[in-house]
């Protein structure tokens, strides 16, 4: 019975599952043979697969731009942080609290935010964001301004690279069941038209909201993930619209609402940055504001979307041929 | 600077919370222009006060103009730049999902933020001109901000001969009242969407202009310009001009009087949290009409 409740339809087990299975165990065991500076560089490449994925779940999914994404990020963090110093916990367990408690904030802000339609939504989260951010900086519980570094005794950099492979991974996995799921269903037809699906029944604010939440406790994950590995956290690094705009250039070149599409983005968008942006200060705003202006105005679907359009179209082709 | 009797000081930070709010609520009737007529969001409204910001620290640095003097600089520099970015970008998104101009207006912000981080460095930028404060009785109201909020009453007398004396004017309140039928009656919604996004961006570097008058200004300052704006265009309902105009002095004032009891530093906080209550109360914004 649960089979049919996460699986709409059949898919080719071979063609869809084996590639991201090898995908995985090289990336599993990759820091048996390469350099550290490698592995760091892999190490935040996942981060950002993670957090353009949890965008994704969201944003994809649903069609409401979160603006204000990096909140989540930020709540993450702290979250594992506070959890970390406080209670002498394994940091697995940290961190999942750190995204428990950005989800419950997601659920927390869902009713006001999530009735207001796309502009109004973006405005809200991107305020809020900003919201955060300041009452953060003033408020004596999380530090205020100095925020929490995190003791020597903790570090494991490959340690720290599992663990973000594990989030990069559950993140992918959960967006593949979503987006495969009744809820992935829901979501869609919410996206292409909320009215109609709320007509025929579709409880949009649910859906919605679960939506939020999962895209925020991911979210989460990766913040205290990437919290540990720098080992400080401020008001101005754990909400920093940077990420935001990040994440969304990597969905968005890569293409929103597809599952390979974030990835691709981040491997391109990342690669640019590490390789190039140490150069030059600012270059990569400058790159990534002309990347998400060319995406929009070009490649709205993404890299990935185009090549799916692309395909439906030659095979509605194929069968008109044919019928 | 403010007095110490209580009642002075109440009054003063309301007039003071009054004209920072005229001069945001103009800043806002931009950006609600620029909705009503295209149905776009312009991410970048903040960044594009910026330029304007620039613009006058630069004529002050290098020429000695002084910022009221560089309005003449930066008025038709804005529309000029508002005109070239609508008919290079916002054109092509105007009849796209709403999401693709936030996406694009998104990206114009990163990539105006980056260029003047890039050219001017993130150091603070300020005009030194102390102007003092007049004395009315018991309160004492600095010069700057009354010039701030002059200016603003001038914008938006300006606006309101604009739409309601001439023929661009009045056909930009009918391409918002009702695209469909503006088109029906010969309107050319091309041109009005041109004017009005021209407009938009005039009056966002204006506003930069004055700003320079009141605070000092980095390129990381577009944003917070942007937040205030959209704010006050929630309060006062999406393409609603006077409605911007409203909820500027609303939100002005709030925001004034708050910090006698909050620090100053929360005031994005605070703007969140009115912005919050007035749409679960009002959708549709203070001013705005349903649907």
């Known amino acids: ?323 | 600077m403010p007095s110490v009797l209580p009642g002075a000081l109440v009054a003063e930070l309301f007039i003071l919370g009054l004209m920072y709010g005229l001069l945001y609520g103009v800043l806002a009737m931009g950006l609600t222009i620029v909705f009503g007529v295209m149905k776009v969001v312009n991410v970048a409204h903040g960044d594009f006060v910026i330029i304007g910001s620039y613009l006058s620290y630069w004529a002050f640095v290098l020429a000695g103009i002084n910022p009221i003097l560089s309005l003449l600089l930066t008025i038709p520099f804005g529309f000029l730049l508002g005109a070239l970015t609508y008919l290079g970008l916002i054109r092509r998104v105007q009849n796209s999902p709403e999401l693709m101009s936030l996406f694009l207006t998104f990206g114009i912000s990163t990539l105006i933020g980056g260029l003047l981080l890039f050219f001017y460095s993130p150091t603070q930028r300020a005009v030194p001109v102390a102007l003092g404060s007049i004395e009315y009785g018991s309160l004492s109201i600095p010069v700057n901000i009354s010039i701030a909020a002059a200016y603003a009453i001038a914008v938006a007398i300006a606006l309101r001969f604009f739409f309601y004396r001439t023929y661009w004017g009045k056909a930009v309140r009918a391409v918002i009242d009702n695209r469909t039928s503006a088109i029906l009656v010969g309107i050319n919604p091309d041109m009005v969407s041109l004017m009005s996004f021209g407009i938009g961006i005039a009056i966002a570097s204006s506003v930069g202009s004055i700003v320079m008058l009141l605070q000092s200004i980095s390129p990381l300052s577009g944003p917070d310009f942007t937040l205030i704006s959209f704010v006050i265009v929630v309060l006062g309902g999406l393409g609603n001009p006077p409605g911007a105009l409203v909820g500027g002095v609303v939100l002005g004032v709030v925001e004034s009087l708050s910090s006698l009891y909050v620090n100053a530093a929360m005031t994005p906080a605070i703007g969140f949290i009115i912005m919050v209550i007035v749409l679960i109360l009002r959708p549709q914004g203070i001013m705005g009409s349903r649907g």
């Open chain 1, 1 to 323: 019975m649960l089979k049919g409740y996460l699986l709409v339809h059949k898919k080719n087990f071979v063609r869809d599952v084996v590639p991201w299975v090898g995908a995985l165990v090289v990336l599993a065991f990759a820091p048996y043979f390469v350099s550290a500076s490698l592995r760091s560089f892999l190490l935040f490449l996942l981060m950002w697969i993670a957090l353009s994925q949890s965008f994704n779940i969201f944003t994809g999914l649903t069609g409401y731009v979160n603006f204000g994404f990096v909140a989540f990020y930020g709540l993450g963090g702290y979250g594992m942080t506070m959890t970390l110093l406080s209670l002498n916990i394994p940091i697995y367990a940290a961190m999942v609290i750190g995204g428990v408690i950005s989800s419950l904030f997601a659920f927390a802000i869902s009713w006001p935010t999530l009735r207001l339609r796309g502009a109004y939504f973006a405005i809200a989260m991107l305020s809020l964001a900003q919201a955060l951010f300041v009452i953060f900086d003033n408020w004596n519980f999380v530090n205020s301004a100095t925020g929490y570094t995190i003791p020597v005794k903790y570090y494991d950099p490959v340690l720290q690279y599992y663990y973000m492979l594990a989030v990069a991974a559950v993140t992918v996995l959960c967006l593949y069941v979503i987006m495969n799921s009744r809820l992935g269903l829901a979501l869609k037809a919410i996206k292409q038209n909320e009215e109609t699906a709320v007509s025929i029944g579709i409880n949009a604010t649910f859906y919605k909201a679960v939506a939020f939440g999962i895209s925020a406790f991911f979210a989460g994950l990766a913040g205290g993930a990437a919290t540990w590995t720098i080992t400080i956290i401020d008001p101005p690094s754990a909400f920093d619209t940077t990420i935001t705009l990040t994440a969304i250039s990597m969905s968005m070149l890569g293409g929103l609402g597809t599952i390979a599409g974030p990835i691709i983005g981040a491997v391109i968008l990342y690669s640019i940055e590490h390789y190039f942006g140490l150069t030059l200060p600012y270059l990569h705003l400058i790159v990534f504001g002309i990347i998400i202006i060319v995406v929009v105005l070009l490649i709205p679907q993404g890299i990935m979307g185009e090549i799916i359009s692309r395909m439906k179209k030659s095979r509605r082709q194929e069968v008109g041929e044919e019928g």
